[in-house]
């Protein structure tokens, strides 16, 4: 097993698992949470032309799949962002459009049957050269910047758009941004997962991750760890068993998905009735609430309406807060901590119910 | 016996209640002769909305008429096809403050596709605050004070889906709150909210009325918080068929020996075939 690390190609293979399964599953949390997790795989569509482009002009396949794929990213953001109605057909046209024309200057470049074509879609651990692991390296980090530093924002934008236009952070920029930084994944990740698998690594880990998970940060990391697990073991399953390294990692992927599912059965049986419960004391709280209602609206209505009287206000809280703190005590679920100062402000209409 | 009302109700306009900064700072809203199209489909017909600081505004009318795209322009997720708009003073397209602003959307019970808690959630109202600097400690305990305010902070690591609606809801307003907004729009803030949290969101927002935000209000019906009101803006077909105190019957109080949940009834009602979803049930 240790062997394999003496083989130059398995040692760049490796470090670009590491780096593939940290990347992948980054970008693709935020795709998940959007709902776009097949996003990936039409990029991974279109990036087939610019693998194309290179082998016909003999240029880096990598590059021109970068360039290739951030262009089609762009195009998906605009359809996305213009919410056209027809979006979906244009999205087709472009993935099958991609991948046909790809297939297309692949055959007709010099190296047309030599079979790389092949390692281009379902991955390679022995195509990893030394120039390609200093471009992965490089996109990786710029990736990993973005993915981890700007997580606050991007969630913001993944999370409600709307709501984040009107924090008046650049939704427009992080939402290229974003699409810009899954293409360049996809194109990170190729080599080792293969153009058809890709969009895999970005969804599976993260599926598998919230199955145990409540939080958005506690998801992404664990879906991190998840695609680095998967990727290094698969990489290296694939040079003990001689399989393509792509298939071994995505299976393994949804291994690990089928157990933490099955982890995850009771435990969200439990949760459910953790749930339940805390809706019991929830209705307790309206029925308190109710009660103390209906007086604080007669006695509204029997002592007119008292126009802007600030002062008579101002005595009914001081002078009632005995009754306030009642009020707070029957009303918090147990275990709820009191707010700094100790007055339930935000509460006026429940504690005048009593005051009367 | 005594009321807490008085000191945010009816008084009249938000100039009585903030004299110091109604004659001198601009309006937070300023919509003038707004038109508006949804997919081609004319929505809004020239619409003026005017929303002064400190001043509350309903914006009420049937499902159709234009209320949540009035908001939506407010906040300039449909972009105006005629008409301006200008936020604090400023024209939209050069205004920069949006911390000033809080804005609660319509909730909706699509969830995102990955967990999320709350304080995750409203964490994110705190942007305009931090923007690419790290979120500090001053981040953190302004979204306690937003959560302890909405009675969410014991839930602030629970996941977002396993909320009910009125939770939900006011995890929503808590994100808005976080920023201390100068002006809170608020989409069908009551709607499909359990009464717990109607009576928690009625004093969240007195509270933020009596520190002096503006609000602008998106209602199907007065209901709950009818005594915060101003001023109201009824829609019908995209135009402003009333501007001023809210619609007769629900600026005024019944007379006792009212059943109290005719009180509800008493909420401006323009379409009876609109949902009843929220505040009848309030009171019954």
Redesign the interface.
């Given at each position: 097993m240790i062997e394999m690390l003496n083989y130059d190609f398995m040692q760049r293979a490796l470090i670009a698992a590491v780096l593939v399964g940290i990347t992948a599953p980054a970008v693709g949390?935020y795709l998940?949470?959007?709902?776009q997790?097949l996003m990936g795989d039409g990029i991974g569509h279109v990036a087939l032309t610019g693998v194309g482009l290179g082998f016909l002009f003999q240029t880096s396949p990598i590059w021109m799949a970068v360039l290739v794929c951030v262009l089609g990213a762009i195009v998906m953001e605009l359809v996305r962002s213009r919410g056209k109605?027809r979006g979906d057909i244009a999205l087709a046209m472009l993935f099958y459009g991609g991948m046909a024309c790809g297939k297309l200057l692949v055959s007709m470049s010099a190296q047309a049957g030599s079979g790389s074509l092949e390692s281009y879609l379902w991955g390679s651990i022995l195509t990893v050269s030394p120039s390609d692991l200093t471009t992965i390296a490089v996109l990786g980090i710029a990736v990993i910047a973005i993915t981890i530093g700007?997580r606050?924002?991007l969630?913001?934008i993944?999370?409600?758009e709307?709501?984040?236009?009107?924090?008046?952070?650049p939704v427009r920029v992080l939402n290229l941004l974003l699409a810009v930084t899954a293409a360049v994944t996809v194109t990170v990740a190729m080599r080792v997962v293969g153009l058809l698998l890709v969009s895999a690594l970005m969804v599976v880990p993260?599926a598998a991750a919230?199955q145990l998970?409540?939080?958005?940060?506690a998801?992404q990391a664990a879906a991190i760890a998840l695609g680095i697990t998967v990727a290094v073991a698969g990489v290296a399953g694939s040079y003990q068993a001689d399989v393509p390294s792509g298939p071994a990692i995505v299976l393994l992927a949804i291994a690990i998905f089928a157990v933490f599912s099955a982890i995850a059965a009771p435990l969200a049986r439990r949760?459910h009735r953790a749930?339940a419960e805390h809706?019991v004391h929830?209705v307790h709280?309206?029925h308190e609430?109710?009660e103390v209602?209906?007086p604080t609206?007669?006695?509204?209505?029997?002592?007119g309406?008292?126009?802007?009287?600030?002062s008579?206000?101002?005595?009914?809280?001081s002078g009632?807060k005995h009754s306030d703190q009642t009020q707070e005590g029957s009303e918090r679920?147990p275990?709820?901590?009191p707010?700094?100062n100790g007055a339930r402000?935000?509460?006026?209409?429940?504690?005048?119910g009593l005051?009367? | 016996m005594s009321s807490v009302i008085p000191d945010t109700a009816q008084t009249g306009s938000g100039q009585a209640r903030h004299p110091l900064t109604a004659d001198t700072a601009p309006a937070a809203v300023r919509l003038s002769d707004a038109v508006a199209s949804i997919e081609g489909r004319p929505v809004l017909r020239g619409i003026d909305l005017t929303v002064q600081p400190g001043e509350v505004v309903a914006l009420l009318g049937a499902n159709g008429s234009g209320k949540s795209t009035t908001v939506k322009t407010v906040i300039g997720s449909v972009p105006l096809e005629r008409g301006g708009l200008e936020l604090f003073g400023s024209p939209y397209a050069k205004f920069k403050d949006w911390h000033r602003i809080g804005y609660v959307p319509q909730r909706t019970t699509a969830a995102g596709g990955v967990p999320a808690t709350v304080r995750e959630v409203v964490s994110t109202g705190r942007l305009p605050q931090h923007r690419l600097l790290p979120f500090r400690r001053k981040d953190r305990e302004a979204v306690d004070r937003a959560l302890d305010a909405v009675g969410m902070l014991d839930r602030a690591e629970d996941g977002v889906a396993n909320l009910s609606g009125g939770q939900h809801q006011r995890v929503l307003i808590a994100r808005a709150l976080v920023g201390t907004p100068d002006l809170l729009i608020m989409d069908e803030p009551m709607a499909g909210v359990d009464m717990a949290s109607q009576q928690i969101l009625a004093g969240t927002l007195r509270h933020e009325v009596g520190r002096g935000a503006a609000v602008l209000l998106v209602l199907h019906e007065l209901g709950p918080l009818e005594p915060l009101i101003d001023r109201a803006v009824v829609l019908r077909d995209g135009r402003v068929t009333h501007d001023g105190p809210p619609p007769k019957g629900a600026g005024q109080h019944a007379a006792p020996g009212h059943e109290p949940d005719s009180l509800a009834h008493q909420g401006c009602h323009p379409h009876a075939d609109d949902d009843h979803l929220t505040t009848p049930r309030l009171l019954a």
């Open positions: 949390v998940v949470q959007r709902r997790a109605q700007l606050r924002q969630f913001a993944c999370q409600d709307e709501f984040a236009r009107v924090t008046g952070i993260v919230q998970t409540r939080s958005f940060a998801t949760r749930a809706e929830e709280e309206v609430v109710h209602a209906l609206q007669s006695s509204h209505k029997q002592s309406h008292k126009q802007g009287d600030h008579r206000s101002a005595d009914a809280r009632h679920t275990g709820r901590e707010s700094a402000k935000s509460d006026p209409i429940a504690s005048t005051a009367q | -």
